[in-house]
């Protein structure tokens, strides 16, 4: 059974850096067949893509977001991890990791859906 959970700070303070973890469970985030999300949601703004990780460790970010985020991975402890300096209160929001299922054909992969969440973990970015 898959299982995706979060982790990390509850509070963190203006202008520092957020950090949140996600540990996956029966799956390994090397296969081929998933690409690895985080994905947030404010009470204004609704879901909101932040960027993923593929397979073999490339990563994709949301241009608006992209010169502050970084995902990065241990693939030994099977977790990959959020970083998103400089926060505000902006940044308010529930986290959530996500696998995306990818769709083959043909030997190229393509993107899918969303098949399996984490609970989600509320970050509140406040003095």
């Known amino acids: 059974q898959v299982q995706l959970r979060e982790s990390g700070p509850g509070l963190v303070k203006p202008s520092q850096t957020l950090s949140l973890t996600c540990t996956v469970s029966?799956?390994?985030?090397?296969?081929?067949?998933?690409?690895w999300s985080w994905i947030r949601q404010t009470p204004g703004k609704g879901l909101e893509w932040i960027g993923y990780m593929t397979y073999s460790g490339s990563t994709y970010y949301r241009p608006s977001l992209k010169s502050r985020t970084s995902i990065s991975r241990d693939t030994s402890k099977n977790q990959f991890t959020l970083q998103l300096t400089s926060v505000t209160p902006g940044d308010t929001a529930v986290y959530y990791c996500a696998r995306e299922r990818l769709i083959w054909d043909n030997s190229a992969a393509y993107r899918g859906f969303y098949d399996y969440w984490g609970q989600g973990t509320q970050v509140t970015v406040s003095s």
């Open positions: 029966g799956g390994s985030i090397t296969t081929n067949l998933y690409y």
